[in-house]
């Protein structure tokens, strides 16, 4: 079975720690991975997509890694700041006829001043 | 601005009365998708369409029913909406299901908060 994992469920940090945010998945042969945050009773904002040939991807404050063969995404927020306070959420697209992403239940994150 | 729309955005109703959740984007997206979520349970697929006139059933389709007349839309139709639909819903769309030499982002609406009694 297909599943993500994300671990912490809850972090809290100061303002201006530089944190990382772990997403493990079951399944290597994955498509491409996208990062979203949720804001609480809103919706999802999507962060940051790798394809699954890329190591990498950056977005200001934002750099996200994949590690396929480990099974291995990690969120790296540098500089955090109270307005990154939100849960976020790793999903994967294994590219199947369905097309859906498995999600994981994400990391609730919280940035104190 | 391109982006996905849902209405309404909070609901109440009362168990077997007919709803439709409208779902519109304006990006000229071939598939599209709703899911619902739930504490604990995270997001899961409920339907999916990869074009016009194209539908699946996703993971939990049960008690939910969709169309796909034109591209820009796919409304949600609950016929007769029990308590355990009482959700988070979310309708997501991408350029296409899958290319074999690209990835494409899905995006998602800001969600529709429906409560059945």
């Known amino acids: 079975k297909q599943e993500v994992t994300q671990i912490p469920a809850a972090l809290s940090v100061p303002e201006g720690e530089n944190l990382v945010l772990n997403c493990s998945f079951t399944?290597?042969?994955?498509?491409?991975l996208q990062w979203f945050r949720q804001d609480p009773g809103k919706g999802l904002t999507s962060l940051l997509l790798?394809?699954?040939?890329?190591r990498e991807q950056t977005s200001g404050r934002l750099n996200a890694s994949l590690d396929k063969s480990s099974g291995r995404s990690t969120l790296y927020i540098a500089a955090s700041q109270p307005g990154d306070s939100a849960t976020y959420l790793c999903?994967?697209?294994?590219?199947?006829?369905?097309?859906?992403?498995?999600f994981g239940k994400g990391t609730k994150l919280s940035v104190k001043p | 601005e391109a982006q996905v729309t849902q209405n309404p955005r909070y609901l109440i109703t009362v168990t077997g009365k007919k709803l439709t959740v409208t779902c519109s984007q304006n990006?000229?997206?071939?598939?599209m998708s709703w899911y619902r979520q739930d504490p604990g349970l995270g997001l899961r697929q409920i339907y999916y369409?990869?074009?016009?006139?194209?539908?699946d059933k996703g993971d939990v389709p049960e008690g939910y029913k969709v169309s796909r007349k034109e591209k820009r839309n796919f409304p949600l139709i609950l016929e007769s909406p029990s308590p355990n639909q009482t959700s988070l819903y979310f309708c997501?769309?991408?350029?296409?299901?899958?290319?074999?030499?690209?990835?494409?982002?899905?995006?998602f609406g800001p969600g529709t908060r429906l409560t059945v009694t």
């Open positions: 399944d290597s042969a994955i498509y491409n």
């Open positions: 369409s990869m074009n016009v006139e194209v539908t």
């Open positions: 999903a994967v697209n294994y590219g199947g006829s369905q097309g859906n992403l498995i």
């Open positions: 990006m000229n997206h071939e598939y």
């Open positions: 790798i394809q699954s040939s890329q």
């Open positions: 997501a769309s991408s350029l296409s299901r899958f290319s074999p030499h690209s990835s494409y982002e899905q995006y």
